[in-house]
């Protein structure tokens, strides 16, 4: 349930404020339709009775949050639906400065407020029992994570540690078993791990560690919370609560406003058996992969009718389209769900993103540009720390036996088939074509208005994109400044060509010719590593009830089990440590020569612009169908964390 609709339907019924009294005059009178009466009568209004009015309100007197009239109330000094008009204009002159502002602390209040429901063991006990039937990997890497949170609280990274670009030649490339090579050696953290971590390395990945599926349950989701709060108090903060996580309505929310949105398009022709389908998000790639039993295997296909509404989902694991109220409709609603997370969390975020976008900018980055290279300089902050991160990941979470491994389903050479699958499927997509084209407000018969409520990350991610791409492009408008096009052959720079070149080998791509090229990739390996990473990264939204998704599939089951589900909080809390904010301080990395004025204006743009798209997504957020913050620029970082 939506908690601002809770608190507004509160208000229609119980208004603060009973009546008001006005002073009539013509317009008031023409309006009230009430003749014989003077000019500068005092007029009582009973705004209680108006909130009440039948012409206006469905069974006025019953209390329905989810109303579609509750827009027509009276109760901030004005109808609720002008004051939530985008058209700042078209708003009461005089309505309620507070009322964002009461809405969230009265949301806020409340849920510090709500009960616990009572424990059927104490839960120091309950978590001793649990505790002690994790596998011993499990346990181990729970005290790892807690020392990471502790080290990463006690030493957060800041912009301001960033070091200038460092001379190396040597990288330290090493190859990974999914068919990617990446360096190892990181200006950002020289001297390597401790002899702490490195022996912490050497121990994980020792073939001393039981690898087993167990199946043991929580006796209640109330249990599954509790768990939750005191074994991963650590967890980062959700940008976006989901309501209801098994409900229809959660289904819509994360196929056009969650982190599976940019793979729902409109489908081309009508579908014989579901006419009324017009939107399908398809994950049904992942049925190809065996895994391990007693396990179903991944794969679904979501169908939207005209609103948006879940009809039909096809489940891959039994060949079967299941219509919405039939047998196992919740089921298959649950395996959609953990479909959708699996390819985005082991594709876009782990692969796309770490493996090829990120390392490609920060390997040829240190190995084609000197250190001294003002695009160095200018590229350091996107891509701080990202080596000693891939690396990392590369030797605790998708090697044989690690993290990933054990969380999903897959055996591991299934599980290096898939890799090859996206490698081999992967082609090099600016950030805008990420989106069909199907998903235009003009294809879907809407103005841009009307589509933003619908499909937030249109606009979101366009607007984040021409930002990005701005930024890019003012720095070779400022540095190399004999530029006359932007359509010319890259300029006369032997570091530059170089760097273009390899950019281009390694992302499969032709060769870049022009500086617009250079451009646009440019701008998307930063725009990828800063939000697109948001946007499949954020896991902690979808992992605060065990009923949302599920890292393994068992039959008629809709709640992870206890091992499975530390496992994925385990993944979640260690790729959640922050890098620094993108809005940070990183002036001192701008060189101090003759173009330092203008590069430094060309920053404060940046951050001025990222500021501006922050405050109107926060505005659309408060109108759109479900608030989307992937592409909010105050909850990224500077460059890619775990």
């Known amino acids: 349930m939506n908690p601002k609709n809770f608190i507004k339907e509160c208000a229609r019924l119980d208004?603060?404020?009973p009546m008001v009294t006005v002073v009539a005059n013509k317009e008031i009178l023409n309006d009230l339709s009430i003749q014989n009466l003077p000019e500068q009568?005092?007029?009582h209004c009973s705004i209680v009775n108006a909130n009440r009015d039948k012409k206006i309100f469905i069974n006025p007197d019953q209390f329905n949050p989810q109303r579609l009239d509750l827009n027509k109330i009276l109760v901030w000094n004005g109808l609720e639906e002008d004051i939530l008009n985008?058209?700042?204009?078209?708003?009461?002159?005089?309505?309620?400065p507070g009322h964002d502002l009461s809405l969230d602390v009265i949301q806020y209040v409340v849920e510090q407020f709500l009960p616990i429901p009572n424990m059927k063991l104490n839960i120091c006990e309950y978590q001793l029992i649990k505790y002690h039937r994790l596998d011993n990997y499990t346990k181990l890497v729970m005290r790892l994570m807690n020392i990471a949170v502790e080290q990463a609280t006690r030493y957060p990274a800041r912009a301001i540690d960033m070091c200038q670009p460092k001379y190396k030649n040597k990288l330290g490339m090493i190859r990974l078993p999914i068919g990617k090579s990446i360096p190892s050696w990181d200006e950002d953290f020289?001297?390597?791990?401790?002899?702490?971590?490195?022996?912490?390395?050497?121990?994980?990945?020792?073939?001393l560690w039981q690898f087993s599926d167990d199946l043991f349950e929580f006796d209640s989701i109330e249990q599954a919370i509790q768990w939750r709060l005191k074994m991963f108090s650590s967890l980062a903060a959700p940008n976006v609560i989901f309501h209801d996580v098994d409900s229809d309505k959660t289904m819509t929310q994360l196929a056009f406003s969650g982190c599976a949105c940019h793979y729902t398009c409109r489908l081309e022709k009508p579908i014989d058996e579901l006419p009324q389908a017009i939107y399908v998000n398809d994950m049904t790639c992942l049925a190809r992969f065996n895994v391990r039993k007693p396990f179903e295997r991944y794969g679904a296909a979501a169908y939207f009718d005209e609103n948006c509404r879940p009809i039909a989902i096809y489940w891959s694991h039994a060949c079967r389209l299941v219509k919405r109220g039939e047998q196992f409709w919740e089921h298959v609603k649950f395996v959609w769900r953990s479909s959708c997370f699996a390819y985005i969390t082991i594709c876009d975020h782990l692969l796309v993103t770490h493996m090829i976008e990120t390392n490609t900018l920060v390997s040829t980055t240190r190995q084609h540009l000197p250190h001294h290279h003002r695009l160095r300089a200018f590229l350091k902050p996107f891509t701080y720390h990202t080596i000693t991160i891939n690396h990392q990941a590369s030797i605790s979470l998708i090697n044989q036996f690690g993290l990933v491994h054990r969380t999903w389903a897959f055996n591991y050479d299934e599980y290096l088939k898939l890799n090859d699958y996206i490698l081999m499927n992967y082609r090099f997509r600016l950030l805008p074509d990420y989106l069909?084209?199907?998903?235009?407000?003009?294809?879907?018969?809407?103005?841009?208005?009307?589509?933003?409520r619908i499909y937030?990350?249109?606009?979101?991610l366009n607007s984040f994109w021409k930002i990005v791409r701005n930024y890019v492009k003012c720095f070779f408008e400022i540095n190399y400044s004999s530029i006359v096009s932007l359509d010319e052959q890259l300029p006369d720079d032997v570091y530059l060509r170089d760097f273009a070149n390899e950019?281009?080998?390694?992302?499969?791509?032709e060769k870049l010719i022009s500086l617009n090229d250079l451009i646009d990739v440019l701008t998307q390996l930063i725009a990828c590593s800063i939000g697109f990473h948001e946007l499949v990264g954020q896991s902690s939204d979808y992992l605060l009830d065990p009923r949302f998704i599920g890292m393994k599939l068992e039959e008629n089951k809709q709640i992870q089990?206890?091992?499975t589900y530390s496992q994925a909080l385990i993944l979640s809390v260690v790729t959640s440590l922050r890098m620094p904010n993108l809005f940070d301080n990183w002036t001192h990395l701008i060189g101090h020569d003759e173009f330092y004025l203008n590069n430094l204006h060309n920053y404060e743009n940046f951050k001025r612009d990222l500021e501006e798209l922050s405050q109107e997504i926060d505005s659309r957020n408060k109108i759109r169908n479900y608030p989307f913050e992937s592409f909010n620029p105050k909850f990224m970082d500077c460059s890619t964390s775990a």
């Open 503 to 509: 950019l281009a080998k390694q992302l499969g791509i």
């Open 561 to 563: 089990n206890v091992q």
């Open 190 to 207: 020289p001297r390597g791990a401790t002899v702490f971590r490195r022996f912490v390395r050497w121990l994980m990945n020792k073939n």
């Open 15 to 17: 208004k603060v404020v």
């Open 456 to 460: 937030p990350i249109y606009h979101d």
């Open 41 to 43: 009568t005092l007029v």
């Open 86 to 96: 985008s058209d700042e204009t078209k708003r009461p002159i005089r309505y309620c």
């Open 436 to 452: 069909s084209t199907t998903m235009s407000p003009k294809a879907n018969h809407k103005t841009a208005d009307e589509w933003d």
